[in-house]
């Protein structure tokens, strides 16, 4: 008795560590948000800290909600309800388990509703209901994003059936919210189960999850005595959910605020704008470093980043050769957000000393100068063996989708997972800012090494990652922003998984959802356009394609094997495919052609990436002017005209592209 007397975890100063058990300076842990110093994990905060945490400061304004039936159904089990809730809120200070507040997050407005797991384990009752219900109503009548902060067990029981209809309650307000192009946002905290995770914690347009904090329907109990089964390490943790596709993104605590306003801001025009002259951009060039604010959450724990699994943590991946021998910093990291005001961009301008410069001088070079950048005559296209395009299109030192990512865009917050069951390395998507205007960015992935190669799933993407795109593909429409496609894939993934998850659906309906699309779209064919992989991302109001790009059918050495039984045929099978930028232009499946640095893009990247930059910059501010009407009906006539004949010739096509 003595002894536990003594012992330091009966002091107030110090506790123990709810994740490693360790003995924890209190203060230390509470200044950092109560997440551990040792192990790193997250502890619970009250409704009111998390305001605090994540809004400016000074910035909340209480919502008051009506009041509801306070025991429908007169429960009683060991004690009645009333006072139990009358225990709950003298313990909390709260008058049930949500607060419900608009504010400010980098100056956007937004709407705040937080779930606290004080009271009644954060459970779903009718006044959890109608707070959440008033923040999604609230925020459709501001049209200002709603972000969700869940902790919560599940329906109240108490409240019966009542609770159980709160699910639908709410989902019909968020479902307003879709219709009406508010963004939605959750965050998902330890733990979240049931009711809310089937509800308003997961059917946001974007979903975050703090490290460690677990969401599922059933509960790990519930699961292990009614089936049996034995859980996976890990099971139902936010790491686990990335895993399997079920979430966007892990954010530390201490980054979560800041990743929380980028995303508000890149969603909001003039926020987005406002944020983009803060930051200090070079706006003639805008060339930012790839791999920089690399959160502190994906190097704690192993196993507990947002990271790809055999990511390697916190790494600026180095491939491309701008000039022999000095390397550019191009390589991109999964879940970063790219700044363009990093140092990693300052130290490239003083390494080439010359970005500022790009891209129209690019074009000062001699064997350049008669001709534009953007070529739209196919007799302006040098000629060129097209078997040697396709070996120059697969040449590793290409910019990656990454790459342009981190070079062409301002900012680039990578989004994850199709929503069913798996996240595709393969296919990169997610929001971004394009001279200083938010877009969707979708685009495959394949890598300059071996490792980044394998690690991408050599840029073949899954049924998965289709359906992944797909989603984004959505989000863009409901938020009215334009998408642009970066395509480098020798083709989708051939394997049995795929096949067995629905390879052939997953791109019908991407072809079918891109059709429909009332956004603008523009793809760009960066190296390889392998078939219908590569199609279900080239759906596009204007499809450029980069000069020593390829598009085809099938592989030149899937054709020479089929038709000529012989895969070393596969030059000639190239040169009869015609899969050539220049046959592209002629046949006019694309729109444009983009003229490389001499000796091909991986020659000078960052040249290429801000060709790529003025390019499709240029090409949105023309679509942007069309009406969606407009626009959906000139991609129909688009893709309508190909095989017919014309008055024309074979050759005509009806779009006009623009340069
Ligand atoms: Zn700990």
């Given at each position: 008795m003595t002894i536990l007397e003594t012992r330091p975890a009966t002091s107030n100063a110090w506790m123990r560590c709810p994740g490693c058990g360790d003995m924890i300076y209190r203060k230390r842990y509470d200044r950092a948000d109560r997440v551990c110093p040792e192990c790193d994990s997250h502890g619970p905060l009250t409704a009111d800290e998390r305001i605090a945490l994540l809004l400016d400061a000074d910035s909340a304004e209480q919502i008051v909600t009506a009041p509801t039936i306070p025991d429908p159904l007169r429960f009683t089990d060991t004690r009645d309800y009333p006072a139990r809730l009358a225990d709950a809120r003298r313990r909390t200070g709260m008058s049930d388990a949500a607060r419900c507040v608009r504010g400010r997050m980098g100056g956007v407005p937004v709407v705040l509703v937080v779930l606290d797991f004080r009271f009644f384990g954060g459970s779903l009752g009718a006044a959890v209901g109608e707070a959440v219900t008033t923040a999604a109503e609230t925020a459709l009548a501001d049209r200002a994003p709603l972000v969700i902060v869940s902790a919560s067990g599940g329906a109240r029981m108490q409240e019966g059936i009542l609770a159980l209809m709160q699910m639908a309650k709410t989902s019909h307000a968020l479902q307003r919210l879709d219709e009406a192009g508010v963004l939605t946002v959750s965050v998902v905290t330890d733990p979240t189960y049931g009711g809310v995770a089937a509800s308003f914690a997961t059917s946001t347009d974007i979903i975050i999850a703090e490290p460690g904090a677990r969401l599922g329907f059933a509960g790990p109990r519930v699961i292990a005595q009614t089936i049996g089964e034995t859980l996976p390490e890990g099971f139902q943790t936010a790491e686990f959910l990335l895993a399997h596709g079920c979430i966007d993104l892990i954010c530390h605590r201490n980054t979560l605020r800041d990743r929380l306003t980028r995303l508000v801001a890149t969603t909001v025009r003039e926020a987005?704008?406002?944020?983009?002259?803060?930051?200090?951009?070079?706006?003639?060039?805008?060339?930012?470093?790839?791999?920089?604010?690399?959160?502190?959450?994906?190097?704690?724990?192993?196993?507990?980043?947002?990271?790809?699994?055999?990511?390697?943590r916190a790494t600026i991946a180095v491939g491309m050769q701008a000039e022999p021998g000095s390397e550019v910093a191009a390589g991109f990291h999964d879940d970063v957000v790219v700044q363009p005001d990093s140092s990693g961009a300052r130290d490239m301008v003083e390494q080439f000393g010359r970005l500022g410069e790009m891209p129209e001088d690019e074009s000062a070079d001699a064997s350049r100068q008669p001709d534009p950048l953007v070529v739209t005559d196919p007799d302006s296209v040098a000629e060129r063996d097209p078997w040697e395009c396709v070996r120059a299109a697969r040449e590793l030192g290409r910019p990656t989708t990454l790459d342009y990512l981190a070079g062409a865009f301002d900012e680039f917050i990578e989004l994850h997972g199709d929503r069913?069951?798996?996240?595709?390395?393969?296919?990169?998507?997610?929001?971004?800012?394009?001279?200083?205007?938010?877009?969707?960015?979708?685009?495959?992935?394949?890598?300059?090494?071996?490792?980044?190669?394998?690690?991408?799933?050599?840029?073949?993407?899954?049924?998965?990652?289709?359906?992944?795109?797909?989603?984004?593909?959505?989000?863009?429409?409901?938020?009215?922003?334009?998408?642009?496609?970066?395509?480098d894939t020798a083709g989708a993934y051939p394997g049995v998984a795929a096949e067995e998850n629905g390879q052939a659906v997953a791109i019908a309906e991407s072809l079918k959802l891109f059709a429909g699309l009332d956004v603008p779209v523009v793809a760009v064919i960066t190296g390889e356009g392998g078939s219908g992989g590569a199609l279900a991302l080239g759906v596009a109001d204007r499809v450029l394609v980069c000069e020593n790009a390829v598009y085809s059918v099938i592989s030149p050495e899937g054709c020479a094997s089929i038709l000529w039984k012989d895969a070393a045929a596969a030059p000639r099978a190239a040169r009869a495919l015609r899969v050539d930028s220049g046959s592209l232009l002629r046949l006019g499946v694309a729109d444009a052609v983009l003229l490389e640095p001499p000796g091909g893009a991986h020659r000078d990247p960052v040249a290429m990436i801000g060709r790529v930059r003025t390019a499709v910059t240029r090409m949105l501010s023309t679509l942007r002017a069309l009406s969606p009407d407009e626009l959906s009906e000139a991609r129909y006539q688009r893709f309508r005209a190909f095989g017919r004949v014309s008055a024309d010739g074979p050759d005509a096509t009806t779009t006009t592209p623009d340069a």
């Open positions: 987005a704008e406002d944020i983009a002259a803060q930051s200090n951009m070079s706006t003639t060039m805008g060339f930012c470093e790839s791999s920089v604010n690399v959160s502190p959450d994906t190097s704690a724990q192993p196993g507990s980043s947002a990271e790809m699994p055999g990511e390697p069913l069951a798996a996240d595709c390395p393969a296919l990169i998507a997610g929001l971004a800012r394009l001279d200083g205007k938010p877009v969707v960015a979708i685009g495959t992935q394949k890598g300059h090494t071996a490792a980044e190669l394998t690690r991408h799933n050599y840029g073949m993407p899954t049924p998965a990652g289709y359906r992944k795109a797909a989603r984004l593909a959505r989000l863009a429409a409901k938020l009215e922003l334009p998408v642009v496609t970066l395509i």
